[in-house]
């Protein structure tokens, strides 16, 4: 690949994400959702199969971890997620593997592994009557 085609990919998944702006701006002027849509480019540039995100939501506000699962969903590649955040599992995946002391524990849709390790915070789920 020669440098034009390298420029020319990088480009092309900076705009994918939304980033275009970013090219000629320092990273230290990008906030957290920048910077991760930002890594995403360059994964993107290099066309993977497989996406693995590790606790993607971290320092991100809630408007920041919508942007995030909707740029997620529309991208065609399978993806593997590490998070304990089950607001933006259940809104980006349908399938989940928890694993436990390095086996796996439960393999089933996401609403179903929440529910069956009560992971569920919300508050209709553990409010108690009084």
Same mark, same amino acid.
């Given at each position: 690949?020669?440098?034009?085609?390298?420029?020319? &990919?990088a480009r092309t998944a900076?705009?994918?994400?939304g980033m275009a702006d970013a090219e000629k701006r320092a990273p230290y002027h990008l906030s957290a959702g920048e910077?991760? &849509?930002v890594a995403i480019a360059g994964i993107l540039a290099m066309d993977p199969a497989i996406l693995v995100l590790d606790e993607p939501t971290t320092f991100l506000y809630p408007p920041g971890q919508r942007s995030l699962a909707e740029l997620l969903r529309e991208l065609p590649q399978a993806k593997i997620l590490v998070t304990h955040d089950t607001a933006f599992a259940r809104s980006v995946y349908t399938r989940a593997v928890f694993f436990q002391k390095g086996a796996v524990v439960a393999d089933g849709t996401v609403e179903d592994v929440i529910e069956r390790f009560e992971w569920d915070f919300s508050p209709?789920?553990?409010?108690s009557p009084l």
């Open positions: 690949m020669t440098l034009t085609e390298a420029i020319g &990919r900076l705009a994918r994400t910077k991760k &849509r209709a789920k553990s409010a």
